[in-house]
């Protein structure tokens, strides 16, 4: 079943745990949402936005010591604070020499990075950039829905044309359901899931400040699209 508030993730395992700062998301209530203006907690808005964030997460991460390999790149799509990245590179010590890398467009999450040897963030856009071209691994949360619909599929071709034999593209995007019956009951839902945590007027004002950035998609189209560029194996994980 597919809906405008379930979370599709393509490609479950243990998790790794990550430490999810606690904050009151209610301070915030008249702080217009935006990227830039939640950079300094995004990890810990999100976690509170969408139910099991914190769980895909940590499978993210485990499921990625099954992909990287030694003298190979990792890529992290719209890696925001970098978290993930940094926690995907500390689990995977079977490798020594294998590269790192976090892109993200908003230059606001810079200063939340902490690099090393091999890990390293830029600021870029994932469309035009140039990527490695001996991917092992590529990951990309909820950041496809709000590239323009006339890249993601140049951009997918992009990253399987640059992943070695056995690599792996893992993301997690929010999808629309085929029924508008079934849409409308999971929209309510997951509104009432918010309200835990943010008020009602937070709620509104994060869908009007997201509605020219968000371009959402349906299941069978982006499953479609990666058959299209060549991928052979596709399985959907994580529902929520």
Do not use: A
């Amino acid at each position: 079943m597919s809906e405008e508030d379930k979370k599709l993730s393509l490609v479950t395992t243990e998790g790794e745990e990550f430490d999810i700062v606690e904050y009151n998301p209610n301070d915030d209530e008249d702080l217009k949402f935006s990227f830039s203006n939640f950079s300094s907690k995004f990890d810990e808005h999100i976690n509170k936005s969408i139910r099991g964030y914190s769980d895909l997460r940590n499978d993210v991460v485990s499921m990625s010591k099954y992909f990287i390999e030694e003298d190979t790149s990792v890529l992290d799509i719209g890696c925001s604070q970098g978290s993930m990245l940094r926690k995907i590179k500390e689990v995977n010590t079977q490798v020594q020499r294998t590269n790192y890398l976090g892109v993200d467009v908003n230059e606001d999450f810079k200063q939340h990075w902490i690099e090393d040897d091999h890990l390293k963030y830029v600021i870029d856009d994932i469309v035009t950039m140039d990527i490695p071209n001996d991917l092992s691994l590529v990951t990309s949360l909820f950041t496809f829905q709000f590239i323009p619909e006339r890249h993601r599929l140049p951009l997918m071709k992009k990253i399987y044309d640059n992943m070695i034999e056995g690599g792996s593209f893992i993301f997690s995007e929010k999808t629309l359901s085929i029924s508008g019956k079934i849409q409308n009951m999971m929209d309510f839902i997951y509104y009432d899931y918010k309200r835990q945590f943010f008020t009602d007027k937070q709620i509104l004002d994060k869908e009007q400040q997201l509605r020219h950035l968000m371009k959402l998609t349906n299941e069978d189209l982006l499953i479609k699209q990666l058959l299209d560029v060549g991928f052979r194996y596709i399985q959907p994980f994580w529902r929520n």
